[in-house]
């Protein structure tokens, strides 16, 4: 057995957008054990829930990731609305759900881009880019905010998409297929890629299940986990398959990104399809008293908002379990074993926020 | 296959306009629904202070005595809250955002008329705007 | 919209260990562990789930007392158990990975233990 070295991971490190830090144990150039490290960027939002009152605290909960902003505000909506018992407007579940699929084709493109960029792939990371844009000039000109939207709010959404603009969505969608097929053609088939990627970073069926991986870490394991089949907003008026792949490496976490934009794609044509007419929002009145655990699929997996009110404006405990947090632990079976010059593309694999998992 | 997948995207790439825009020299382009920033007539204000309620951030200060309306642009996240609260519309959103500060600014006061007649618009933009 | 049923459980802190083995022996995914203080007592949640089936165990602590760590049985549960004794400042004691109050570095110490204090000064007076 040959000496062990410490190597410190971050939190400054090229791959990573967020400060997270790993503490490698090597023997030669195999890791054979992390110890992660977060607590660089605690902002204290789930502190605040009880100096902002429950309808204005829709916008920070929004805050607390950059990428998934709508879904979490989605999330503490549904969260206050199953307090109090509020039966949404249909057509507010529908927007919501165009929404909600929206912002995981952006997440989704960013994240291949930046996967792109670990790789050394940097072409690949501007055309990922460039199909963005479109995604995000869809949602500024519908909801007012390209990746903060504020279009949701307790007993609806703020904002009406009228029925052109929601064909010319579709539409638009149709058009950026074929592109999106093309990028992620080289995504899936091109050599250099598959060489990187293929066989690094394997997490086993169990250990995916076991250590509570979430979203697409467990998908690419081969469990078909997908907190959107719960039905929740308009998914269960909508007919889709979680993608799922098998192998658990990183290029099957890469697979089912990829692949999950199309799925992402079909289901907002559907949305538009069977959109009913009719109000966006109710009105809400009274405090929520009770607690109640929201769940969702957001772009980085399963997210819980824990709600607890006290009968006041003012809610006792708002606690937010996001997907990176619970992808820790998974990230650090899989990095045991692995090779040093992989350890970037592992990191990046699962797609961390640091700051969504430190609120 | 898996040498060339890129070639049909380099090709489309070479035959197409740059993606990005010479942001500043051409403006950035922005939707009509984009939330830039609020904007008030101080005329029609009342000073009910209902926008400084209903702002989650705090960036909105009334004072009913000395009649003046002040906004916070670095503290205000345009979530359109104010806008929609406003029972006289005074308030709108912009298009366009608050240009970019190099030092801690960006408090702009704005005088309202007092309660019961109506004096002539006096704006004081002693802090910064554009 | 379909709206989840809220499971929820009470139990004790000598049947937390027995609790938590039972839903791991009936193949459960561990979801979450959370915390929240109503007034001197603290509620910690533990969450399953298994096909789709959202379950939850509540127990309920005075403050000052120590909790006994489930990371023996779920391996991921020392990242909240760890947040947990950082944020709430609740002994948790024999955590597979213990940071020891290093997890997550707040200036305050156990900040969400505390009972929030009145803000001296309107926030818009802060620059």
């Known amino acids: 057995m040959s000496k062990q070295v410490v190597i410190p991971f971050g939190p400054q490190h090229p791959v990573l957008p967020e400060p997270l830090h790993l503490d490698l144990v090597l023997e030669d150039e195999k890791v054979v054990d992390a110890i992660p490290t977060i607590g660089y960027v605690h902002r204290g939002l789930e502190k605040l829930v009880e100096k902002r009152e429950y309808p204005q605290y829709v916008y920070i909960a929004e805050r607390i990731c950059g990428i998934c902003s709508f879904i979490h505000g989605m999330t503490y909506c549904q969260g206050i609305e199953g307090i109090m018992n509020l039966e949404i407007p249909k057509r507010a579940d529908y927007l919501r759900t165009i929404w909600s699929e929206y912002s995981r084709m952006h997440s989704h493109l960013l994240w291949l881009g930046l996967f792109a960029d670990a790789m050394g792939f940097e072409s690949l990371f501007m055309n990922a880019w460039r199909l963005r844009e479109h995604i995000l000039d869809d949602l500024e000109a519908t909801t007012g905010g390209r990746v903060i939207q504020g279009s949701c709010k307790v007993g609806g959404v703020r904002r009406d998409i009228s029925s052109e603009k929601l064909d010319e969505m579709a539409s638009g969608l149709d058009s950026m297929q074929g592109e999106l097929h093309d990028l992620v053609n080289v995504f899936l088939r091109d050599s250099s890629v598959r060489h990187r990627l293929k066989g690094t970073g394997i997490l086993s069926k169990d250990d995916a299940y076991l250590q509570g991986a979430v979203g697409p870490t467990i998908r690419a394991s081969g469990h078909s986990y997908d907190t959107r089949k719960i039905g929740y907003a308009a998914y269960g008026d909508l007919s889709f398959e979680p993608v799922v792949a098998s192998a658990g490496d990183s290029y099957a976490r890469c697979e089912v990104r990829a692949k999950e934009m199309f799925t992402s794609i079909d289901i907002v044509k559907q949305a538009v399809k069977k959109i009913p007419d009719g109000p966006i929002d109710m009105k809400v009145t009274g405090a929520p008293d009770g607690e109640y655990f929201a769940r969702s699929e957001q772009p980085r997996g399963e997210v819980i908002h824990y709600i607890k009110g006290n009968g006041t404006k003012f809610l006792a405990r708002h606690r937010v379990r996001t997907p990176t947090l619970a992808n820790i632990t998974p990230l650090v079976t899989i990095l045991k074993g692995c090779e040093l010059a992989d350890v970037p593309i592992i990191v990046l694999s699962i797609d961390p926020c640091i700051g969504c998992a430190e609120r | ?130 | 919209m379909i709206r989840e049923e809220q499971k929820m459980q009470d139990i004790t802190p000598d049947s937390l260990i027995r609790s938590v083995q039972a839903m791991k022996d009936g193949g459960k995914r561990l979801v979450q562990i959370g915390c929240a203080r109503i007034g001197d007592i603290f509620e910690i949640n533990y969450s399953f789930d298994k096909d789709y089936n959202f379950e939850n165990l509540k127990l309920t602590i005075p403050s000052g007392l120590e909790v006994p760590s489930v990371s023996g049985i779920y391996t991921c549960a020392f990242v909240y158990e760890n947040e947990i004794h950082d944020l709430y400042g609740i002994e948790i004691t024999g955590i597979a990975i213990d940071f020891k109050g290093t997890f997550i570095r707040t200036s305050i110490k156990y900040p969400f233990g505390v009972v929030s204090s009145k803000e001296e000064d309107a926030c818009q007076n802060k620059l």
Not at chain 2, 67 to 90: S, Y
């Open chain 2, 1 to 130: 296959m898996g040498l060339f997948s890129m070639t049909k995207m380099v090709f489309r790439s070479v035959s197409r306009k740059p993606a990005t825009l010479m942001y500043p020299v051409r403006p950035a382009k922005s939707a009509a629904a984009f939330r830039g920033r609020i904007l008030i007539e101080p005329l029609k204000c009342i000073a009910c202070r209902k926008c400084e309620k209903s702002c989650p951030t705090q960036a909105i200060t009334v004072d009913v005595k000395v009649r003046t309306w002040q906004i916070d642009r670095l503290r205000c996240i345009i979530c359109n809250c104010c806008v929609e609260d406003c029972p006289t519309n005074c308030l709108s959103t912009e298009n366009i955002y608050t240009n970019p500060m190099t030092v801690r600014e960006g408090i702009e006061i704005y005088t309202v008329p007092p309660k019961p007649e109506r004096k002539k618009e006096t704006v004081d933009n002693s802090k910064t705007e554009e």
